[in-house]
């Protein structure tokens, strides 16, 4: 199995360098295109306004001054020579990425990308990077054995998998449960307005750590209560119900004012 691997976090995260030992528990055919600097929240960012620098830092090793969307675009048309890739792995992230934040992912972008170009796609993140003594021991631990199972069961061609890790030891995680994509209840994205050295105001974004009342099933349930979530995603956002209930009031004729 040829595997592609990349991230958001750039290339010299410690969640690539995790990612590099659970694919070579996987197959010897591994390669890396990664970002130079790191692109969270790029989601599915293309580089167009300026050239895409490469440089290459192994035989199977490169980074771009891309986007996720462009490494992957790149590894699998430009860099990686001979057959496509067979599987794409993108991560392991520095934080779970859940509910709504998968559209802004720019780990779940590299995911997307792959499908887009008819490669399978996963996405894999770690949860509890804002609490002390995180680390990515819980996916290096689980990451093989379950991306080994969803290769041999395969997955529809339009759909990206997305496997976030709870933050708990290895030996205390039991379960993977395959989850729906859930829907905070709370607004944890937020901007601190700061000032730098020469009085002049900025704003850094960040999240708020608060939890949501989550229902059973969903990605963020199955995270706070220590489980696995292997979440199938696509990137049909067509809400089918309000296209029938407008469809009902609207057509034809464009209306008058």
Known sequence: MRILLTNDDGIHAEGLAALERIAARLSEDVWVCAPEYEQSGASRALTLAEPIRVRQISERKFTTTGTPTDCVMLGVHELVPGPRPDLVLSGVNRGANLAEDVTMSGTVAGAIEAMALGVPGIALSQMGFYEPGATFEAAETHAPGVIARLVEIGWPGDVVLNINFPNRAPAEIAEVEVTRQGFRDAHIRMAEKRTDLRGRDYYWVGFRQTRSSSPE?????????????????????????????????????????
């Open 217 to 257: 099933g969903t990605d963020l349930r199955a995270l706070y209560e220590g489980r696995i979530s292997v979440t199938p995603l696509h990137i049909d956002l067509t809400h089918q119900p309000t296209v029938h209930d407008l469809k009902k009031v609207l057509g034809g004729p464009p209306p008058a004012l």
